[in-house]
């Protein structure tokens, strides 16, 4: 049965259970107001919201990565 799913399935629900991750995971570890998902969800929006270019937005981010705390994650931002 699991054969007939197919592999873009699979990669499908990897996908769905890093975001389910994502929506349960403090941003760091003293922030209860935000989730990993939502900050990111939050930023894009702002991003589309006032017309941002990749690149000044990719500037925002490595801005924020220099001033938020250090966690154990690593993210790869692509915008």
């Known amino acids: ?3 007939d799913i197919g592999g873009e399935s699979v990669h499908q629900a990897h ?3 890093s975001l ?3 929506s349960l995971t403090q ?3 003293d922030c209860s107001s935000f989730t990993r998902l939502s900050a990111v969800l939050r ?3 702002m991003k589309a919201r006032n017309e941002w ?3 000044s937005f990719t500037k ?3 801005f924020l990565h220099e001033i938020l705390p ?3 994650s690593t993210y790869t931002w692509e915008s």
Do not use: A, G, P, Q
Request: proline share 0%.
């Open 53 to 55: 270019t990749d690149r």
């Open 20 to 22: 389910k991750d994502d």
């Open 27 to 29: 941003l760091y570890s």
């Open 43 to 45: 930023l894009f929006n």
């Open 70 to 72: 250090t966690c154990s």
């Open 15 to 17: 996908v769905f259970d």
């Open 60 to 62: 925002l981010l490595e």
């Open 1 to 3: 049965m699991i054969r």
